[in-house]
């Protein structure tokens, strides 16, 4: 399994999501807005469930995951990070955020 790692705007959803297709693999995106609004124990919870189930070979982590030692922790020990980064003006400005990410 291949947890996504990157700020918002670093390509999570757009660049993998279209790769993953052309791939034909599962790709879940816990980064997106439906789940973000949600508590934190639920977002982890859910992503636990995808975890166990191995409902997908690629997970999209959202930035609040990525903030939390024990996610991480917990992530490392069932797949594999990949990093993703951009200049941070282009990330600034695909995750719609007008607050400078760093």
């Keep these: 399994m291949i947890f996504l790692w990157g700020p918002p705007g670093s390509g999570k959803t757009t660049i993998v999501a279209k790769a993953c297709q052309n791939l034909e ?3 879940i995106d816990f980064s997106t807005p439906e789940i973000n609004v949600k508590p934190f124990s639920s977002q982890k919870e859910i992503c636990m469930e995808a975890i166990n189930n191995q409902s997908a070979d690629v997970i999209a982590l959202p930035w609040s995951f990525q903030e939390d030692r ?3 922790k917990l992530i490392r020990s069932f797949g594999v990070l990949l990093l993703l980064w951009a200049h941070p003006l282009d990330m600034q400005a ?9």
Excluded: A, M, N
């Excluded at 695909?94 to 760093?102: D, T, V, W």
């Design 25 to 27: 693999i599962r790709f």
């Design 70 to 72: 024990s996610v991480r």
């Design 94 to 102: 695909r995750s719609g955020r007008l607050e400078p990410l760093f």
